[in-house]
């Protein structure tokens, strides 16, 4: 497929929000620390954001922010997603010189998907760090199948296998095929709170009493305490880092 590479352009930002909008549940536009520190990924890490473009069209879009990890991989914070946006925007004020590049999201316009794409993105964020003088990238992934299973455990999830003997869950799958390495489950990647009205406007639910309610694309059930208004969503991921050279 002959496609051009866009990476540090802001108009990128004004692609992104239709594809967003279209490929994302509303609920998953409400996570606070990701709504507040996302305009900094276009104003203090411009040059980490990239995107495929066919002629006019976006293919996909890719987001990233440098930060500083001194410990293991191993100990990469169960917050995740929230963890890193606001780590990153820390690390930048404090000037920092980051050693480790965090993979958002790398997303794909519905037309261009199972054609190999998100490997090439894959690619490209690697390339990104390395032309910054980064050695690896760390990513919250978010299982792309696992909301049609939101009873079972992530833990057990991320095991399943094909039939043929590989990840079950194909962003997994991919992730595995390119030299990624599974650390562990993030537990609270992202925090995705607000009042019963607002998650009936965002789900199309009702929600008469409190308990855990399955939400159509929603990893996990998420939690209704009907007596004090609020819905809780708290989303699990999965660490996974590669070697960018």
Known sequence: MDYKISIGEKRIRGLQKNLGSKSWPEFMQHDRIVRDNWPNLYSDFLNFQFALLDNKKLIGIGNSV???WQNSFEDLPAAGMDWAMIKAKEDIQKGLEPNLLIGIQILLHREYQAHGISYEMLKLMKEIAKSNGIKNIALPVRPTLKCQYPLIPMEDYIHWKNKEGLAFD???RVHSKTGGRILRICEK??????????WEKWTGMNFPGSGNYVVHKALVPIQVDKENNIGKYIEPNVWIVHDAE
């Open 189 to 198: 990647s992202m925090d995705i709170s607000g009042s019963l009205s607002e």
């Open 170 to 172: 194909p962003w997994i």
């Open 66 to 68: 440098p930060l500083l």
